[in-house]
């Protein structure tokens, strides 16, 4: 599906700048965009270039809000309609959704993400989805990058040392990211959280890890919104993954969604011999071991399924999911993917599991995408959801 991407804010711009670079010409991304109050933040990017970028809210002074949500959202209502005009050079009529990225603990970004996405719907009859990158504990506690719970850290424990009263980095973050996530879940027609916590590292921080996890976040966003736009003839899905599956698939309520993903190498065929499988027909000469093929679908569903997900899912449980698996042609083994089908059925209890695959000619991996939604709330969302209680 063709998208529109918008980063709000520092952490939604440099998510948005990575998706640039590394989906550059990719047809799912039909545009893209970064807003923020903060010019320097703006600077800092790297593929988004500058008609792409725009600075908002001259009361900001061209700094950013220091987590004041109640001034961003100020800036938000009185900005929307200028940054849905800031869009306009880039045909947004023609992406079937709009996807806003951002921090959700944090000011300029969390306090415009609401008014724009309501902007957005009454402009365009497609759905606006949120990404919400979630504040760590860390982040709201004294100490600042101490890990949560973590009593044997020499911060907590040392007497006298001055750094255990280092204020917190982003004392609000929590709070902004509660009020937040339920104006995003009311205005927008579903809500993606990435739980920066659960993808870093022991005594990791977000600034030290942010390439690495923003890295993740854009390959996922790729995954998803790109699975049924492949670029040649040659590689049309059989099963088309159109906008109207993911719809049905995260619904139009503002429900949380999940997103998985794993990818394995797999030895890439020579072009011209990509219909090698020997499903096809008993003339053709196999040229992919059957099995291996069926083992690395296999193996891909499970690890999408229940490897790191961007927010935990609760028992694995979800009412809805979505399943694309994708690769080299040759490598799309039916059978294997009918049978990821059952055992995703199973796993999720998902009624009925959406589905579509994304031939890659030429590529060198098989990946699966899994998304969940109508999920058990996760811990990381319920805790953000009490500090507001
Ligand atoms: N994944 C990821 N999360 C980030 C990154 N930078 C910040 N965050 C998270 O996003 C939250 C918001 O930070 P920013 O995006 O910098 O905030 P902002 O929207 O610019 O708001 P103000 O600077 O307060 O006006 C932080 O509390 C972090 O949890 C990043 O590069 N990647
Ligand atoms: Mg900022």
Redesign the pocket.
Known sequence: MRVHVIG????????ADRLATDSDGDRFLRGVNAF???AA?LDALRSIDEPRRYRFGDA?GG??????LHA?RRLGDAHASELGRAMDDQQPSLAEAFVLV??????????VAPALAEELTRLYDVPVYAVG????PA?SEAGGSGRPGDSDSPRSSATGDGSAERPP??PL?EK??ARTLEALSDRCAAVFP?D?AE?LRPGET??D???R??GV?AERVAALFGAGEADGADSTPQQVLDASDVARAVGDDGEVAAVGHATQAVEPLESGSRFGLGLFGSSEPAEIDTSEAVSAIETTIRKATRGKNTVEVPDGRADRTLLVVGGPPAWLNREAIADGRRWLEDETGSGAILSGDAPVPGGDEVFALVVRSGIDEPARVREIRESIA
Do not use: H, I, K, M
């Not at 990158?133 to 760590?136: E, G, Q």
């Open positions: 709000l804010g520092g952490a939604g711009g440099r998510v923020d109050t903060d933040a900001a700094g950013g809000l220091d987590g004041d961003a951002v921090g959700v603990g944090g000011g300029a970004g969390a306090g990158l979630l504040p760590t982040e980095e982003r973050a902004n990211a990435f920066n993808w977000v600034a890890a942010r390439d996890l923003n976040v």
